[in-house]
């Protein structure tokens, strides 16, 4: 099997615009369980739904892969599962370095979809002299002064940052220096890289803190609505008009005692 070292995914030299690669990953897994399933073909409207993107933008993803599926039958599952893997580049090896094995690190290390897509953890890394040689999801822990010699030896491209955020572009610059060119970061920080480096963030506690903004939203909805029911309420009983005049037969007071509401003609 090729390695990552050596063989670079097609999409960037075919012209797939960035929002369409992103888009890539979840007609996989879409797809992947529609396999899973034993379904031979699906439409675009159902693997559209399956995905969370309409259908139009679909099609429009699909012209790219230069698939434009069947009319009246929709896409081959199994041969779309094999073009998206393609231009991922899914269909090679790709070793992967993990450093800072604490407990993201090491919860990262026993992640079984990484074998499943493609991806090789070559080695995991940490700066604790404690850690090396321990073993973390049946892989021993390989102290970080040896961190260039891991990577040139494993012939590795992508390298994935656990660290604290404090070290994480010392990391960085050592993993690029040693010739990774793809770098997925955990760290909450940002990473600084030269041009042709492509580095994913993964922040956690940012993702956390945009549905903390949602839940204050909705929290915030619920409470105006509460308020303008309430006001409605209010408003309602204020303004109620009395009721007419000897509707109920009663009586008024005159100059000379009780008058009838209505007077005879």
Known sequence: M???????????SRGIPEATVARLPLYLRALTALSERSVPTVSSEELAAAAGVNSAKLRKDFSYLGSYGTRGVGYDVEYLVYQISRELGLTQDWPVVIVGIGNLGAALAGYGGFASRGF????LIDADPAMTGKPVAGIPVQHSDDLEKIIEEDGVSIGVIATPAGVAQQVCDR??????????NFAPTVLSVPDGVDVRKVDLSIELQILAFHEQRKAGEESNAEADAAVDE????AVAPPAPR???GGSRKGP?????AVMPA
Not at 234 to 237: D, K, L, Q, S, V
């Open 2 to 12: 090729a390695t990552g070292r050596t063989h670079r995914p097609a999409t960037r």
């Open 120 to 123: 090789r953890v070559a080695a």
């Open 175 to 184: 993993l690029v220096a040693a010739g990774v060119t793809s770098i997925l």
């Open 234 to 237: 209010e408003t309602a009983t």
């Open 246 to 248: 000897g509707a109920t």
């Open 256 to 260: 000379d005692g009780d008058v009838p």
